[in-house]
DNA sequence: AAATACTCACCCTATTAGGGTGATTAATCC
DNA sequence: GGATTAATCACCCTAATAGGGTGAGTATTT
C-alpha cells in the first residue's frame, strides 16, 4: 500500500482553511498534516510536518505568499507548493511561478479539483484553473499585427540580447550599415530614438519575446 | 437551444483523423464539421466551413502546423486553434503558443479530455496536457542559487531591457559608478566581459526573465 | 572576525550609438 | 504597371558608452 500524501495548507481564512482541510482530508490517501494561518507562523515546525505538497495562500498577515515561496523551497525542496488564493493579477501569478510554485488555483476551485491538482502536481504536472491557464498562454502569444517586418524582428530580438551592431552584423552576415539601416527603420516605425525604448515598446506591444 | 459547436481537424493520419472525428462528432453539441489531410488542402475551403475551433497538428505534409497557425488566425480570426500532436518539444510548444494556439494537447489524450478541451477554449481557457502544462510552467520558474544579489539581478534585468548605464543610474538613483561597479562585479561572477555575454549566460540560466 | 552587499571615485581608450541623406535590387500589392 | 515595402549597402558626423584597472567606505550577515 503506498504512503499517504501529506499536505500542509497556509491560509489566514479560518473558514476557507478548515473547510478545506477537512474534504482534501477526507479524500484516499491525502492527509492534512497541519494548518497554518501564516508562513511566520509555519516557519517554526513546518520541516517536521514533512509536507509533499504545500497549499499557500497568498494574501497573509506578515511574511505574503510570494515571499514565502522561496523560503519554502530552500527549507523543503522536494515539497511541491501550490498557490491557492483569490488573487488573479498577472504580475502575482507570473511572480509566484517564477519564485518556484509549481501551480496557481483560484479559490472558487472545487475540493475535488484541488485533490486532482495534489495528485497532478505529484506527478510532475503543473496544475492551474481555467483562467490562469488562459492567461500563461496568451503571455507567450505575439502581436499578429506587428508593424516590422520579419528581419526588423530578428535584429531587434537581438538588440534585446544585448549585442551590438557589429555583432548582429557578424552573426547575421550582413553589413553593419545595413543593420543600422534596419535600427533606423525601427525606430522610425516604433517613433523612439534609442535601445531601451525599442526594447520597451516592442515588449509592451508583444512584438519580440 | 444553443448552436452546436464547428469544429474542424487537420491531420494526416487516417486512423488518429478519422478517429477523434468519430468520437468527438458523437458528444452532444459538437459537430466535426470537416477533416482534411493538411494545411494545404484545407486553405481553399476552410473559410466555408466557419470552424469555432481548428484541432491542428504540427508534423503534416506541406506547410507544418506551427506555419499554418498564422495564416488560420488572419483566415479566421474568431476561431481557437488547438494543437493535437505527439511533439513535445519545448521549442515547438512555444513557437505554436507564440503564433497564436490557444492551447496544445498531446496525442495520447482520450476523446473526453479533447472534447472537455474544446469547451474550456470556447470560455476562453488555455488546455494543456499535463505534461505540457508542466514545461510551461518550468519555463517561468527561476534559478533559486543565483550567483547574483539582488541589485545585481535588478541591474542586470536593466540591462537586457536596454538600458545603458547612465539610464540605470538615474532610474535607480544611484551613482554611474556604483552602477559600473555592480556591472562588473556581475561580469566576475558569470565569467564575461560584455553585456550580451552576461544576458546570454544568466536567460540560459534562469537567473534573470 | 570575515565575507558579502552596496555604495562611490578617478584613471584610461577603443567602440558604439544615433542622426542625416541617399542608392540599388527584389518582391509584393493594388 | 506603378507604387509601396523589404533588404541590402555607403559615407558624412559627434557625443556618449562600454569595458578595464584599482581602490575604498559602510552596513549587514554569518
Same sequence: chains 1, 2.
Avoid: C
Wanted: glycine share 6%; hydrophobic share 40%; proline share 3%.
Amino acid at each position: 500500500m503506498e504512503r499517504n500524501i501529506r499536505i500542509v495548507m497556509i491560509e489566514d481564512d479560518e473558514i476557507i482553511r478548515e473547510g478545506y482541510a477537512l474534504l482534501i482530508g477526507q479524500a484516499d490517501g491525502y492527509i492534512v498534516v497541519k494548518s497554518y494561518v501564516s508562513f511566520d507562523d509555519a516557519v517554526k515546525t513546518i520541516m517536521d510536518d514533512a509536507p509533499d505538497v504545500i497549499l499557500l495562500d497568498i494574501e497573509l498577515p506578515g511574511t505574503n505568499g510570494i515571499a514565502a515561496i522561496p523560503k519554502l523551497k530552500k527549507m523543503l525542496p522536494g515539497a511541491h507548493i501550490l498557490i491557492l488564493t483569490v488573487y488573479e493579477s498577472e504580475k502575482q501569478i507570473f511572480e509566484a511561478l517564477a519564485n518556484g510554485a509549481s501551480g496557481y488555483l483560484t479559490k472558487n476551485t472545487p475540493a475535488a479539483k484541488i485533490i486532482e491538482s495534489i495528485k497532478e502536481v505529484r506527478e510532475g504536472g503543473g496544475p492551474m484553473s481555467v483562467n490562469i491557464a488562459r492567461m500563461v498562454i496568451k503571455s507567450f502569444q505575439r502581436n499578429q499585427e506587428s508593424p516590422l517586418s520579419k528581419r526588423e524582428t530578428q535584429i531587434l530580438e537581438q538588440i534585446a540580447d544585448g549585442k551590438s551592431r557589429s555583432q548582429i552584423a557578424k552573426d547575421l552576415f550582413i553589413d553593419l550599415e545595413t543593420v543600422r539601416s534596419h535600427i533606423k527603420n525601427i525606430y522610425l516605425k516604433l517613433d523612439v530614438n534609442s535601445r531601451a525604448d525599442a526594447i520597451r515598446l516592442a515588449k509592451e506591444n508583444k512584438l519580440i519575446k
